[in-house]
């Protein structure tokens, strides 16, 4: 049963914010926050009182991607059954979400919780907020349609850095880029999120459900074809033992003088 402390839900004037509530492990998405994430927004997608929602995480991280602490401690790299199966349906629910969606990146994103960006309607990002998808250190692809959406959202080479240099880049770079909307100081990041929601949440229910179905049209198809090229390499690059080393050194990095470097790279098992 998926752990509901582990999403924080408030609801306000139409507004639902999800709060990705690991902290002590930088929101980094294991098996319990992809299903309790995934369940929060089928809620919100049935429920005729939520217009809008936001998505945001606790502590000094928004996301730092899939949880290979968790995965290294099952010791098995092959995956079990439930991994994938959680992870696809995060994705699916992200991709398929049918009413505004608005993240607010408070600080690190890596991985997942850079690549479900490009799923994001809009994006707020907080001044300190750093961005890394590592896909290329971990002998892997890029994941959750970002072979798509990054391309659509900053252009094709901008999109070839951020997927393949497995480099961090900063709040303003991410802006100038146009991965993100707004760059606003960390204190403000909340609230700047929230009144641009209840300033959409104002206006009826289908009339924003319909003008984002028509803005999404001309991807929705390239997105749905794009996360199935992405799993079928993730599949053959993932049996490989390259990537099972990158990834199990990843796993196992400590280095107290730079938390940083010990962040959980994000990364799903697939059987």
Known sequence: ???????????CDGVRTLVLNRPDQLNAFNQALCASLSGALLAAQS?????????????RAFSAGTDLYELAES??????????HNFERLVDHLAGFTKPLLCAVNGIAVGLGVTMLGLADL??????????????????????AASVT?????????????????????????????L???????????TEALDHARRLAVHPLASLVASKRLI?????????????????????LLRASESRAAIAAFATRHNEDDPIAAVPTTVRERP
């Open 75 to 84: 010791g098995d790299f092959r995956g079990n059954v439930d991994a994938p």
């Open 180 to 190: 993100a909307w707004k760059v606003v100081p960390d204190a403000a990041l909340l």
């Open 216 to 236: 999404a049209a001309t991807f929705t198809r390239a997105v749905a074809e794009g996360r199935h090229r992405e799993n079928e390499a993730f599949d053959m």
């Open 123 to 144: 994006v707020f990002v907080a001044e300190t907020a750093r961005f890394r998808c590592p896909f290329t250190s971990l002998a892997l692809a890029p994941e959750a």
């Open 150 to 178: 990054f391309p659509l959202l900053v252009g094709r080479q901008a999109a070839t850095w951020m997927l393949m240099s497995s480099e961090w880049i900063d709040a303003t770079e991410a802006q100038v880029a146009g």
């Open 47 to 59: 429920d005729d009182s939520v217009r809008v929602v936001v998505v945001t995480g606790a502590g």
């Open 1 to 11: 049963m998926p752990s509901p402390d582990v999403v924080l839900i408030d609801d």
